[in-house]
């Protein structure tokens, strides 16, 4: 992620601080359809396999929050 990328999620985040409470990869989602949304050339691509495990799916989630 470039510095650029994070200033931008931060900004959204800030606006839309309820979206820290969701799973990190709908938060991702939702960040790209609201930076889309403002205007930024941004692309969310998803690989088949998956460059890495996704703990929801493999039962290895440990929840942040307890």
């Known amino acids: 992620m470039s ?5 931008q999620f ?13 799973g990190v990869d709908w938060m991702m989602n939702a960040l790209f ?3 889309e949304r403002d205007g930024a050339d941004c692309a969310c691509m998803h690989a088949e396999p998956t460059f890495f495990k996704h703990g929801s799916t493999t039962g290895e989630y440990v929840p942040w929050a307890r």
């Open 3 to 7: 510095n650029s990328l994070v200033v």
């Open 10 to 22: 931060h900004k959204v985040l800030t606006r839309k601080p309820w979206l820290r409470l969701i």
């Open 33 to 35: 359809v609201n930076l």
